[in-house]
């Protein structure tokens, strides 16, 4: 069964003055209409102030994930259609934000449903043969990020999530190299060697290089790559952490924006860099108080042992200095607070104050959004210790996803221009709106990669 998209004023709505008026009822961005026997779904006029890609997006997920719902297995639209209902937009980005929402709005989380639903109804649009593809690319890469993000810890962990990467990325011209334990000890990547500690897996490191054109600025991407955050010692507490297996939604928005950036053969030159640990409490755990040795002479007392992240990115930090990287881009589930601060709405952006507004701008259009916040230095000194050169804790009750910011600037390489983008608010959706579903958003991977391409214009 095919179901045809259609404008509201389609000469086969306006015709009949019982069908006209019964769509001008209908709340919403769309509705559903039987037209004799055939079944179609009407685009209601969106109010132009409030038309934008992300609605796009938005009313395309709703529309694809109720479809789904009635079983219906295709759907046609025009490319006229499209351009016609969101007149505003540009033609091209119109249809992609549509195609992009179609197939983001029926993803599907059923690895673990022993009835599963991934019933689809199939988008075919009639033209911009390009434009839909890259709206179909698009949406894969989100998916990935947000499969990564879904899958259990036990089966996504430390020692099988290179393999994932490598199998994703075998074949293609982006280059995966892994490190484990020991070359991790010789690399002297003493923050991920010390978090990974009390867990049963160990450590990894993965470098995903691409260079779709090798002449332009190298940019590191970097991703907060923990499988599940106890806590270690510092145990959380909580009526059900299940969530915290998506502390890797950094490193997971990483590997989705290189798989944007290979598939869309973008002119990039570009490297993910991904610690993978797990945060697990064992008497082998690094315990609060204990120091830790960095690479570059700093040493850090862990102050607390579930500020993890900010301790694995230290090292990440100072090996994108390693490989000379102009740019310099870490996304993590960082802190709590800023989902006090933003909510789940958006994420934050700390750093370069010129770069953190190019950002926002990729952001706003792309539906990956972020907010510029300050990195306020007479705060700088709270991350004291009493007798190492740092804390990984400050003393301040506020402000925490600011000293977070502020911890992982001091491994900033000198020559790097560097943004933070902390994502704890935008890890997972607690409904099914839009085009998202009531899990991992896979949030990050549409910013980093045309974030990267916008650098390197
Ligand atoms: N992974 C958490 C942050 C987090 C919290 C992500 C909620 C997603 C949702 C991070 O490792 C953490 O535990 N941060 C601590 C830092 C504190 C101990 C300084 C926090 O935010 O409470
Ligand atoms: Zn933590
Ligand atoms: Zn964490």
Redesign the pocket.
């Known amino acids: 069964m095919a179901v045809t998209i259609l404008l509201e004023n389609d000469k086969r709505v306006v015709e009949n003055e019982a069908r006209k008026q019964y769509v001008s009822r209908q709340k919403g961005t769309h509705c559903s209409l039987l037209l004799d026997d055939e079944q179609v779904v009407v685009l209601k006029e969106v109010k132009e102030k409030d038309l934008t890609l992300e609605k796009v997006r938005s009313i395309a997920g709703d529309i694809a994930r109720g479809l789904a719902a009635q079983k219906v297995e295709k759907a046609l639209v025009g490319d006229d259609t499209i351009a016609a209902a969101f007149a505003k937009l540009d033609k091209e980005k119109a249809v992609t934000a549509f195609v992009e929402g179609w197939d983001l709005g029926s993803y599907h989380f059923n690895s673990y449903k022993s009835k599963a639903d991934d019933s689809k109804a199939e988008l075919e649009v009639a033209g911009s043969a390009e434009a839909v593809q890259a709206g179909q690319i698009r949406a894969a890469a989100m998916a990935f990020s947000r499969d990564l993000m879904n899958e259990v810890s036990n089966v996504l962990n430390p020692e099988t999530y290179p393999d994932v990467l490598k199998e994703k990325f075998a074949g293609t011209t982006a280059e995966v190299t892994v490190y484990g334990k020991e070359q991790l000890e010789k690399m002297e990547m003493n923050g991920v060697l010390t978090v990974c500690r009390g867990s049963k897996y160990s450590p990894s490191f993965v470098e995903i290089a691409y260079q779709g054109d090798a002449s332009k600025p190298l940019v590191a991407l970097v991703g907060k790559g923990?499988t599940f955050?106890t806590?270690g010692i510092?145990l959380k507490s909580g009526k059900d952490l299940s969530d915290?297996r998506m502390?890797m939604g950094g490193s997971a928005a990483v590997a989705g924006a290189m798989q944007l950036l290979v598939q869309s053969n973008a002119k990039v030159n570009v490297v993910a860099l991904i610690p993978i640990v797990e945060n697990a409490p064992d008497n082998t755990a690094v315990y609060p108080g204990e120091v830790i040795h960095y690479k570059n002479g700093t040493t850090v007392q862990v102050g607390?042992t579930?500020?993890?992240?900010r301790l694995i990115l230290a090292d990440a930090l100072l090996r994108a200095g390693e490989l000379d990287a102009e740019y310099i881009v870490d996304i993590a589930?960082?802190?709590?607070?800023i989902?006090n601060a933003l909510g789940t709405g958006l994420g934050g952006v700390f750093g370069d104050e010129e770069l953190s507004h190019v950002m926002k701008k990729v952001g706003d259009e792309n539906g990956d959004f972020v907010w510029p916040m300050p990195l306020v230095d007479a705060y700088d000194k709270t991350l004291a210790s009493d007798y190492a050169d740092m804390n990984n804790?400050s003393t301040l009750n506020f402000a925490?996803s600011i000293t977070a910011g502020l911890f992982l600037r001091r491994f900033v390489p000198e020559n790097s221009k560097w943004l933070h983008v902390d994502m704890?608010g935008m890890?997972n959706h607690s409904s099914a709106s839009g085009y998202y579903a009531k899990s991992a958003t896979g949030y990050g991977a549409r910013l980093l990669a045309d974030y990267t391409v916008k650098i390197s214009e």
């Open positions: 923990v955050d806590g510092s915290m502390d607390n579930d500020a993890e992240g589930t960082l802190t709590g607070a989902v804790i925490g704890a890890m």
